[in-house]
């Protein structure tokens, strides 16, 4: 199934309407993650470690759906944690789904082809594999032999199935580069409607802080990993994809992907927590956004991920013609972060 044209043209009329409003802050993507538990424990995330005293609370169906209808965005990126694991997710994205939101689902698939049992295809519901290399380095990266086969015959049963599937690859410090190529050209091959990629974050509370790319090496990589010449199809939009190799900066504006989890809204975006809130509003203020940001916040500093940056591409192309038609060339008006990361 491909990418439905329906995505785009909501998204844009969505945020016309926001701007004729003056409203300076709005959601584009409601990041929920309705657990944080995993059955997986990869080096890189953060989430595991960081909710460690709750994992073992789900959000019940009533109050994602809550958190869904409360921010308003077009799309919702469901992760976690592995939201496969919620006992209800299928109540969950069928509800989302019900709402004629666009769900984005985040899953390692080891549990993917058991919940397209409750869950069927429709053009408003993608999976979002995650890969991060071919069978070795993948299966090194996520501490377990045998995820890469469960995850490509996931992906393949998926698609045959009548599943919108994409991918979505976090870069870290040493990543063999000719591996994740040959991964994107592998998964652009199978057919998904495209391929996520991001570096990954500085997260606090994982061990091996030289696992995290810094800003200046990030755009080594990506200069080559995201050469135009190579037959890949990313799904990320174009803009964001020269941000990475350097070409283009922007400000954050992750305030556009504000994440409800067990705990309530994460203050101020999906990296960093230092608080939660009941109130999605509060993500919004002026004051806020003073003190976070590149040059604001020294933990921000070398952060490009795709639920910071991404929709700081499509904000900026709002005001510029010529990136505006760079996006629709692109086919990617509809990537705003979407995806964990």
Known sequence: MARPMELAVRLALYII???????KRFPLVTMLEPLEKCNLACE???????????????ASVEHCLAAV???????????????????????????ITARKRFVYMCTNALLMERVMKTIPPSKYFC????????????????????????????????????????????VFNGVDEEDVISMFEMVTEMGVE????????????????DLFISRKNARKVFKNILDPKRAIRFYNNPLYLDFL??????????????????????????????????????LYSEE?????????????????????????????????????????KGGAVTNSGIGAG
């Open 245 to 282: 190799r350097g070409n283009k900066d922007y400000q954050c504006t992750a305030w556009s992907n504000p994440t409800y989890t067990v705990m309530g809204w994460r203050e101020p975006c999906y990296l960093l927590g230092d608080r939660h809130t009941q109130d999605v509003n509060d």
């Open 44 to 58: 890189g995330c953060g989430r595991i470690r960081e909710y460690e005293p709750v994992l073992d609370r789900v």
């Open 194 to 209: 495209g391929a996520m990629v991001s570096p990954g974050y500085h997260f606090e509370t994982v061990p091996n802080q």
């Open 69 to 95: 209808d409360e921010s308003g965005a077009p799309i919702v990126s469901i992760a976690g944690g592995e939201p496969t694991l919620h006992p209800q997710i299928h109540d969950i994205v069928n509800g």
């Open 127 to 170: 999976f979002v594999v995650h890969l991060d290399g071919m069978e070795e380095a993948h299966d090194r990266s996520v501490y377990r032999k045998g995820v890469f086969k469960i995850a490509t015959r996931a992906i393949k049963v998926a698609l045959d199935n009548g599943y919108r599937v994409t991918t979505n690859t976090t």
């Open 288 to 328: 806020l956004w003073e003190r976070y940001g590149v040059g604001k916040d020294p933990r921000c500093a070398n952060c490009m991920m795709h639920c910071g940056f991404e929709s700081a591409s499509i904000f900026s192309a709002m005001s510029s013609p010529r990136e505006a038609l760079q996006l629709i």
């Open 17 to 23: 309407k926001n701007k004729i409003r003056g409203r």
